[in-house]
């Protein structure tokens, strides 16, 4: 089992950036998929970014492509999103979350999540 615990949000003014963090416990996180999930007010949760457990693949939603980057270091148990140019329509939950089985294929479902963190939120003003 997977305990993820975020943090890094805050306010930001568009444009700005913020780097979230996702912290895991366990000894085998190193083989876990994780992904970045965002919600707003009053909206389904959305794919935001994905990192396989090596890595080597990342998958973006079209909406962060080219802003955000997904990236992780397994040393210290931890996966980030570093968000740039943000925008106010940035504003959401963030929230990250690992299968429920290691080495599991990149996905942008909630569906192919099973462990999830609190959230943190991120505010960007214009």
């Known amino acids: 089992q997977v305990q993820l615990v975020e943090s890094g949000g805050g306010l930001v003014q568009a444009g700005g950036s913020l780097r979230l963090s996702c912290a895991a416990s366990g000894r085998y996180f190193s083989n876990y998929t994780v992904g970045w999930f965002r919600q707003a007010p009053g909206k389904e949760r959305e794919f935001v970014a994905a990192?396989?457990?090596?890595?080597?693949?990342?998958i973006y939603a079209d909406s962060v492509k080219g802003r955000f980057t997904i990236s992780r270091d397994n040393a210290k148990n931890t996966v980030y999103l570093q968000m740039n140019s943000l925008k106010p329509e940035d504003t959401a939950v963030y929230y990250c979350a690992a299968p429920d089985r290691p080495r599991a294929r990149v996905g942008s479902s909630r569906w192919d999540y099973e462990y999830w963190g609190q959230g943190t939120q991120v505010t960007v003003s214009s």
């Open positions: 990192i396989s457990w090596s890595g080597g693949t990342t």
